[in-house]
């Protein structure tokens, strides 16, 4: 409480009791598969294809048939293509993947380990020169450290450079710790030896000693064990709206799909759009229940695979490459739910004539009026190329299709999952907060105050608010005294969602001419 010790004018601030819930973003993607290079194990987030490329190294030629696909690169591009804003890159391969490394001598008094796996960090060279080579103690010496390659004349081209680094461990300089910390290009120094370290580098002559990294591996396509892991680390990545998994389809992984799924029903924010085989063409309906496709309404597939240009074929270089290249539907969906989200809105299903796909060259099947009639009804949302459109997204509904009708749509589920995301991160301030009256008004209030906003924006059915959502809390409402002794406050909201015109029917009737 204020003191008031002399007479006056005091002037106070009190606080509205309005605290405004923010709306959450509904498109940043997530893609997690393999690439060449790049950050590793750990999510990187990027707002460009240009990200990709300097994170990941963009498109990779596949040099031999054993070699992965590029699906991941392809993917990226395509969502970011099809309007695409910001995601999340995570690089993961098997067991085999190993990152380059190199020692100072036979004897290994420093070695020296590549920022990440890869048979990119093959040839990358660390030079070390000492400043002052007559100091022969340890904490006396200082070393210029270069990091670089050697170009075609082998001559060795710096790509970054530190000053005045250190071998002693107690330095605000030792290399073992500044040089990963800093470089784009070093992950791992250890200094087991560091006079014999001193002593090699010393020995070098005004040359410098030169390390030169070897031995790192790509790997191959990671197993449901390191996907897992992946998922693990997204349960901090509030943030992340759609799951993609490149370098998986339900056909021959579907273990790992399942995996994801698990994950965003448990997380209740997010959706994953999985694939299904390239090659996979559903002729019939027993195609789509032979192949057990989950029920969950987290889930959403897209058919057919797009095929787009090889960037890396050339009629008269390059020409024994296939020409197209197939590219995950799941990217180019996903591309279309956030071109959706920025213009109209989450709750505009993502489809129709105006969600031209860009980018292809092709579809890898033909969907029509035929194919389409068994596909809507089993969940699968069609390609299709409709006349004086192209192609474009002909179908907006969850794997739920059947199974739980209530979240048949994809704009409902995702609708949901906004409102629910938004609420939870705008309340917080309710926690510990006294649970009577004065505390249930106010997130009523707050809660009202951003649904109503949501529905003069066209988010629900509804002419008026009170058809459109509701927002209840209170004792006797939604709480007995039971809940409010366990500390409980809970509130309900309820919402009339919009669903797509599926259906567009016209009837005509002819007039007949009356006398």
């Keep these: 409480m204020p003191s008031y010790l002399h007479p006056g004018v005091y002037i106070e601030e009190i606080p509205s009791g309005s605290k405004p819930i923010e709306a959450v973003g509904t498109s940043t993607a997530a893609f997690v598969g393999y690439a060449d290079e790049g950050p590793f194990k750990e999510p990187t987030f990027i707002t460009s294809w240009e990200d990709y490329e300097n994170n990941f190294g963009g498109f990779r030629e596949r040099k031999k048939p054993e070699d992965p696909d590029d699906l991941m690169g392809r993917a990226v591009y395509a969502f970011f293509q099809n309007g695409g804003g910001k995601a999340y890159i995570v690089r993961v391969a098997d067991d085999a993947a190993a990152p380059a490394s190199g020692a100072l001598t036979d004897s290994d008094p420093l070695t020296v380990e590549a920022f990440s796996p890869g048979l990119w960090g093959n040839g990358l060279r660390v030079r070390i020169t000492a400043q002052d080579k007559t100091k022969d103690k340890v904490n006396e010496a200082l070393f210029d450290v270069e990091v670089g390659r050697e170009d075609d004349n ?11 680094l250190s071998l002693d461990k ?4 030792f290399i073992a710790e500044l040089l990963p910390e800093k470089s784009e290009r070093v992950g791992k120094v250890t200094v087991a030896n560091a006079g014999d ?4 580098i010393n020995t070098a002559g005004d040359s410098g000693i030169t390390i030169e990294l070897s031995a790192g591996a790509n790997g191959d396509i990671a197993d449901k064990l390191e996907y897992d892991d992946v ?23 579907k273990e790992t799909i399942q995996s994801a799924i698990s994950h965003c029903e448990t997380m209740k924010n997010r959706m994953v759009i999985p694939d299904l085989k390239p090659t996979q063409e559903l002729e019939k309906a027993k195609d789509i229940t032979d192949m057990k496709l989950t029920t969950s309404s987290y889930a959403a597939i897209y058919y057919p695979w797009p095929k787009t240009r090889n960037p890396f074929f050339d009629a008269e270089k390059n020409p024994n490459v296939p020409r197209l290249l197939p590219v995950p539907a799941s990217a180019y969906a996903a591309g279309q739910w956030a071109k959706t989200d920025g213009n109209r809105g989450v709750w505009k299903a993502p489809a129709g004539v105006a969600n031209g796909l860009l980018g292809l060259n092709k579809l890898s099947y033909t969907v029509e009026d035929a194919e389409q009639d068994y596909l809507n009804p089993l969940g699968i949302n069609a390609f299709r190329q409709l006349p004086n459109y192209g192609a474009v997204v002909w179908g907006s509904r969850t794997l739920a299709t059947k199974a739980d009708p209530e979240w048949r749509y994809i704009p409902v589920r995702r609708t949901a999952m906004f409102i629910e995301e938004s609420i939870f991160n705008g309340i917080h301030w309710a926690v510990f907060e006294p649970n009577d009256h004065r505390l249930w008004s106010a997130l009523r209030l707050n809660i009202e105050s951003f649904m109503s906003g949501l529905h003069r924006s066209g988010a629900f059915q509804g002419e008026k608010s009170s058809d459109a959502y509701f927002v209840r809390c209170g004792l006797g409402q939604t709480m007995t005294q039971g809940d409010i ?13 919009l669903k797509p015109a599926e259906f567009v029917i016209v009837r005509i009737q002819q007039k007949v001419g009356q006398k």
């Design 197 to 200: 370290a001193l002593t090699a």
């Design 485 to 497: 002794d366990r500390g409980q406050v809970i509130v309900q909201v309820g919402f009339a969602p």
């Design 170 to 173: 107690d330095s605000d300089q």
């Design 231 to 253: 998922f693990s680390k997204f349960l901090k990545y509030r943030d992340i709206n759609i799951i993609l998994l490149p370098d998986k389809n339900w056909n021959d992984d």
């Design 154 to 164: 082998l001559t060795f081209i710096a790509q970054e450079s530190y000053d005045a």
